[in-house]
C-alpha cells in the first residue's frame, strides 16, 4: 500500500494521534508526506517517508504529480476547514486528481479511520 499523508498546522496534532493507533499499518505501507507533515510524523513515531516540498511551497502538487501517474494508493489529507490557506489551489488540485483517478481520499479523522481500518484487513 502506498499512501500520502498530508495534514495542515491546526490537524498535524490529529495526524500524529491518528498514525499512533495504525503504526503496524503504516510501518508496512510505502509513504509519502508534504514537508512538515512528514517530519512531525518521523519524529514523533519513527516512519520512514519519503518528504516533499511543504505545502504551500509545492508539495502538495508534486503528490497530485506521483498520484497521476499511478504511484499512490491512497491519501490522508487532513485539511483544515477553518483557517483559509494560501496554496487553496493545490489543494483542490490534489483533491480533484484523486478523482479524477479514483482514488480514497479521507479529509476527516473519521473516513481516515475507516480507510485505514480496511486497509489494515486487506
Ligand atoms: O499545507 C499543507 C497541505 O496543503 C501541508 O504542508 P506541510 O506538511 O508542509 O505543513
Same mark, same amino acid.
Given at each position: 500500500?502506498?499512501?500520502?499523508?498530508?495534514?495542515?498546522?491546526?490537524?498535524?496534532?490529529?495526524?500524529?494521534? @491518528?498514525?499512533? %493507533?495504525?503504526?503496524?499499518? @503504516?510501518?508496512?505501507?510505502?509513504?509519502?508526506?508534504?514537508?512538515?507533515?512528514?517530519?512531525?510524523?518521523?519524529?514523533?513515531?519513527?516512519?520512514?517517508?519519503?518528504?516533499?516540498?511543504?505545502?504551500?511551497?509545492?508539495?502538495?502538487?508534486?503528490?497530485?504529480?506521483?498520484?497521476?501517474?499511478?504511484?499512490?494508493?491512497?491519501?490522508?489529507? @487532513?485539511?483544515?476547514?477553518?483557517?483559509?490557506?494560501?496554496?487553496?489551489? %493545490?489543494?483542490?488540485?490534489?483533491?480533484?486528481?484523486? %478523482?479524477?483517478? %479514483?482514488?480514497?481520499?479521507?479529509?476527516?479523522?473519521?473516513?481516515?479511520?475507516?480507510? @485505514?481500518?480496511?486497509?489494515?484487513?486487506?
Amino acid at each position: 500500500m502506498r499512501l500520502a499523508l498530508i495534514a495542515h498546522d491546526g490537524r498535524k496534532d490529529a495526524m500524529i494521534a @491518528l498514525a499512533a %493507533d495504525h503504526l503496524p499499518l @503504516l510501518r508496512r505501507c510505502t509513504l509519502m508526506a508534504t514537508g512538515t507533515t512528514g517530519a512531525r510524523l518521523a519524529a514523533a513515531h519513527g516512519l520512514e517517508i519519503e518528504r516533499m516540498l511543504s505545502g504551500p511551497m509545492g508539495g502538495d502538487l508534486q503528490i497530485g504529480a506521483r498520484l497521476a501517474v499511478g504511484e499512490l494508493d491512497g491519501v490522508i489529507f @487532513l485539511r483544515d476547514p477553518m483557517t483559509p490557506q494560501p496554496h487553496e489551489p %493545490d489543494i483542490n488540485a490534489l483533491v480533484r486528481a484523486c %478523482d479524477v483517478h %479514483d482514488v480514497p481520499c479521507a479529509t476527516n479523522v473519521s473516513t481516515a479511520r475507516l480507510l @485505514l481500518a480496511s486497509w489494515s484487513e486487506g
